[in-house]
């Protein structure tokens, strides 16, 4: 079985900005020299050892300012089947003129503010919503990052996705705030936002990212986040992700995908290319429908 990876990364450091991988600038992780470094379609290839067969590429900060310059890129450095989340600010006055100027490259499927700490005050302000309904309006998607074990975060989410039924919204690492939750009422909070987004159809829900909530994570607490998810989110709404080349942190690309698919090696075939291939293809449009 080969694999469409729903969630992962290029840099090239000497075209693009990516401020956020300069040492003096945040997020200061001490490991970030490891993955601070050129990181291209053959890579993704040669490390996958060619089971990779497309992939949704993730707004990386090439250029914030000017989001289509990295989409620019892409189109010219990849020949995988691919699709491209760019880089929005939701709160730039002139965020609906670039949602369109975006459009005119066929790999631009969706958009990406990350709202992580914000996630409330950025999902109640009228400028946001806005731009949200004018990219649902666009037909694009809208990838959210931020925090499920937050309460109120959530419940302006739920209310966006009420207020714009015709928004997709692709849930980022949906596993990590589980595997940070250090409480059970955490981890209470977690499952029952997840069964609430799980009720919306419009949103889909990506199984990633476990390095961003622990460096040493193991197989045995993602599988325990994945048989959660599969008691509660229909099949067709999950996806899984690499999060490449961050993943890169606890296991090589390789044997992540392998460790999905023991994960899921007792699902019905269907099921199985659903989640490790077909689902994201379907989510993110890769045949433009």
């Not at 004018?134 to 009420?162: C, E, P, Y």
Request: hydrophobic share 40%; aromatic share 10%.
């Amino acid at each position: 079985m080969t694999w469409f990876d729903s969630h992962l990364h290029f840099f090239a450091l000497q075209q693009g900005d990516y401020d956020w991988l300069k040492p003096d600038n945040p997020p200061f992780w001490p490991d970030k020299p490891r993955i601070a470094c050129n990181t291209t379609e053959r890579h993704l290839m040669t490390q996958s050892q060619g089971k990779v067969d497309g992939f949704v590429h993730i707004e990386a900060g090439y250029n914030n300012r000017l989001p289509w310059r990295e989409i620019e890129y892409l189109d010219r450095h990849c020949s995988l089947p691919f699709k491209a989340v760019a880089c929005i600010d939701l709160t730039d006055p002139q965020a609906c003129s670039t949602v369109d100027n975006l459009l005119r490259w066929r790999s631009v499927t969706g958009l990406r503010h990350i709202l992580d700490d914000e996630a409330t005050t950025l999902l109640t302000t009228p400028r946001v919503k806005h731009c949200l309904a004018h990219i649902s309006h666009r037909q694009l998607s809208f990838d959210a990052q931020l925090d499920l074990t937050d309460s109120k975060a959530v419940t302006a989410l739920l209310n966006v996705i009420s207020a714009l039924p015709q928004l997709k919204v692709m849930i980022n690492h949906t596993g990590a705030s589980f595997l940070a939750a250090r409480s059970a009422k955490k981890k209470h909070l977690w499952l029952r936002h997840i069964q609430l987004l799980s009720e919306c159809p419009g949103v889909a829900m990506k199984m990633s990212g476990w390095e961003m909530a622990s460096r040493d994570w193991r197989w045995q607490e993602v599988a325990r986040v994945c048989d959660a998810l599969f008691e509660r989110v229909p099949y067709h709404q999950l996806m899984f992700a690499s999060n490449f080349p961050l993943c890169g942190w606890r296991l090589p690309y390789l044997a992540l995908w392998q460790g999905y698919e023991k994960l899921v090696a007792q699902l019905p075939k269907k099921v199985q290319r659903g989640l490790l291939h077909e689902n994201a293809t379907q989510w993110y449009r890769l045949n433009g429908k």
